[in-house]
């Protein structure tokens, strides 16, 4: 494959940001289409587990993120109800850090897309295309064309998909339906943090579990600001678009709740919402020349808060794996993927999980407290470890061999 003709990324989110510049340390030419009329991210904020580091380092972006991220001395649960704390991972202690090397973060999503785009900017052989809405992709015996809503024709030697849980090109690749919605909406917030009066924690991430839906509270950018991302069960009498009766409803089904959930309850802007969902996993997400990456290959629930860092994960991986392949793109995708589907499809089923635990009721509730109370610190860095140890792509003498 000549690596002069342009990898086409559709997509210019955290997954096809990191493609690009992993191809591009690579020496491949990449064009990335954006959709949105600007490369950027939603304002609000982002969790980062240890794991991703490997691969910021990889992409020579872990220095900027480190300048905008905080490190929360723990990510606690709380009961909704009663206010107590149900467990805690210790991530401030040192033997977080000496068990997974590097730090677990919080950050505001615009800095961590900037850290990537400056980036991306800096590289010669990436060029970012703004409002470009692929529409569908042709492929041909050499190569592939990506058609944008506006008419304009994109060509290039791969395609890879990284436009997110609502991919049109997985829908385009594998014609395999919609995701699979759980009935969640999240709502997302943030305010100055001299704005909160609730009586919370200020440096920590703070997880409010109840039957209804959770609630996830951090500071973000030093502290200055308060960052609340809740998730609440839809009921079928709700109206999309309806405030208040989101209002009433998520009202009434934490009528019961400790003062300090309702008090944060009543700062959230619930104007702006977003549906929740995940796919079951699968183990291809390739054909031909096309590939797809991120949330379109793998959508999680975001109870482990590692949709995007699996999204990171995936775009080194996958340019090793072209840049190995000696212009084998077939062998290169199978390898991608046999590479990573296990580790993404385990953060799936393990989210869903633990989404359960969060909301769950009842003698169910008590038995999940009871065993997260008994879990030591150990315990705890143990159960991480398969996911905060991090990814690295086994070398080609240790590989097993590619399914057929
Ligand atoms: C409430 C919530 C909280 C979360 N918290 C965390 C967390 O703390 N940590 C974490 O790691 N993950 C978290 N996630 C998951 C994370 O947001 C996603 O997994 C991650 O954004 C996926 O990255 P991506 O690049 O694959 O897709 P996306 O971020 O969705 O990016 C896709 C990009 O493609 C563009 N696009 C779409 N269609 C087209 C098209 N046809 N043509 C061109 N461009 C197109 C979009 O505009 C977008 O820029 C959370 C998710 C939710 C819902």
Same mark, same amino acid.
């Given at each position: 494959?000549?690596?002069?003709?342009?990898?086409?990324?559709?997509?210019?989110?955290?997954?096809?940001?990191?493609?690009?510049l992993?191809?591009?340390?690579?020496?491949?030419?990449?064009?990335?289409?954006?959709?949105?009329?600007?490369?950027?991210?939603?304002?609000f904020g982002?969790?980062?587990?240890?794991? +991703?580091?490997?691969?910021?380092?990889?992409? *020579? #972006?872990?220095?900027?993120?480190?300048?905008?991220?905080?490190?929360? !001395?723990?990510?606690?649960?709380?009961?909704?109800?009663?206010?107590?704390?149900?467990?805690?991972?210790?991530?401030?202690?040192?033997?977080?850090?000496?068990?997974?090397?590097? !730090?677990?973060?919080?950050?505001?999503?615009?800095?961590?897309?900037?850290?990537?785009? @400056?980036?991306? $900017?800096?590289?010669?052989?990436?060029?970012? #295309?703004?409002?470009?809405?692929?529409?569908?992709?042709e492929?041909?015996? @050499?190569?592939?064309?990506?058609?944008?809503e506006?008419?304009?024709?994109?060509?290039?030697?791969?395609?890879?998909g990284?436009?997110?849980?609502?991919?049109?090109?997985?829908?385009?690749?594998?014609a395999?339906?919609?995701?699979?919605?759980?009935?969640?909406?999240?709502?997302?917030?943030?305010?100055?943090?001299?704005?909160?009066?609730?009586? +919370?924690?200020? @440096?920590?991430?703070?997880? &409010?579990?109840?039957?209804?839906?959770?609630?996830?509270?951090?500071p973000?950018r030093?502290?200055?600001?308060?960052?609340?991302? %809740?998730?609440?069960?839809?009921?079928?009498?709700?109206?999309?678009?309806? #405030?208040?009766?989101?209002?009433?409803?998520?009202?009434?089904?934490?009528?019961?709740?400790?003062?300090?959930?309702?008090?944060?309850?009543?700062?959230?802007?619930?104007?702006?919402?977003?549906?929740?969902?995940?796919?079951? !996993?699968? $183990?291809?997400?390739?054909? *031909?020349?096309?590939?797809?990456?991120?949330d379109?290959?793998h959508?999680?629930?975001?109870?482990?808060?590692?949709? %995007?860092c699996?999204?990171?994960?995936?775009? #080194?991986?996958?340019?090793?794996?072209?840049?190995d392949?000696?212009?084998?793109?077939?062998?290169?995708?199978?390898?991608f993927?046999?590479?990573?589907? +296990?580790?993404?499809?385990?953060?799936?089923?393990?989210?869903?999980?633990? &989404?359960?635990?969060?909301?769950?009721?009842?003698?169910?509730?008590?038995?999940?407290?009871q065993?997260?109370?008994?879990?030591?610190?150990?315990?705890?860095?143990?159960?991480?470890?398969?996911?905060?140890?991090?990814?690295?792509?086994?070398?080609?003498?240790?590989?097993? !061999?590619?399914?057929?």
């Open positions: 494959m000549d690596r002069k003709s342009p990898i086409i990324i559709v997509g210019g989110g955290l997954g096809g940001l990191s493609a690009a992993a191809l591009a340390h690579h020496s491949f030419t990449v064009r990335v289409l954006e959709g949105a009329p600007e490369f950027g991210a939603i304002g982002i969790q980062f587990g240890p794991n +991703v580091f490997h691969a910021l380092d990889r992409l *020579g #972006v872990s220095a900027a993120v480190l300048e905008k991220a905080d490190e929360p !001395p723990a990510v606690l649960m709380i009961d909704a109800f009663n206010g107590k704390e149900v467990t805690r991972v210790a991530t401030g202690v040192p033997a977080f850090r000496a068990r997974f090397k590097y !730090p677990y973060i919080i950050i505001h999503r615009i800095d961590l897309h900037n850290a990537l785009l @400056d980036a991306c $900017r800096r590289e010669p052989l990436i060029t970012l #295309v703004g409002d470009a809405m692929a529409a569908h992709f492929e041909n015996d @050499d190569c592939v064309t990506v058609t944008a506006d008419g304009r024709g994109f060509q290039g030697a791969l395609l890879v990284a436009d997110g849980i609502r991919s049109r090109t997985r829908a385009q690749l594998l395999d339906g919609e995701p699979r919605r759980n009935g969640f909406m999240a709502f997302r917030t943030i305010v100055p943090m001299a704005e909160v009066t609730a009586d +919370v924690p200020r @440096d920590s991430v703070a997880l &409010w579990g109840g039957p209804s839906g959770h609630l996830v509270h951090y973000l030093h502290g200055t600001l308060f960052n609340i991302a %809740a998730t609440f069960r839809r009921s079928a009498n709700s109206e999309r678009g309806d #405030v208040a009766a989101y209002r009433a409803e998520v009202d009434h089904a934490y009528r019961n709740a400790h003062p300090t959930m309702r008090a944060l309850l009543a700062m959230l802007d619930l104007g702006r919402r977003q549906a929740i969902g995940d796919r079951d !996993p699968i $183990r291809h997400w390739h054909k *031909g020349r096309v590939v797809l990456l991120g379109a290959a959508p999680t629930l975001q109870s482990l808060a590692q949709g %995007a699996m999204a990171i994960e995936d775009g #080194v991986c996958l340019a090793d794996c072209i840049a392949g000696n212009g084998d793109y077939e062998a290169a995708f199978r390898r993927e046999s590479a990573r589907s +296990v580790r993404t499809a385990r953060v799936t089923l393990e989210s869903r999980a633990i &989404w359960d635990v969060y909301h769950s009721d009842g003698i169910a509730r008590d038995v999940y407290w065993m997260l109370g008994e879990r030591s610190e150990t315990d705890t860095f143990q159960c991480l470890a398969w996911l905060y140890d991090g990814f690295r792509l086994q070398t080609a003498a240790k590989r097993a !061999p590619l399914p057929g």
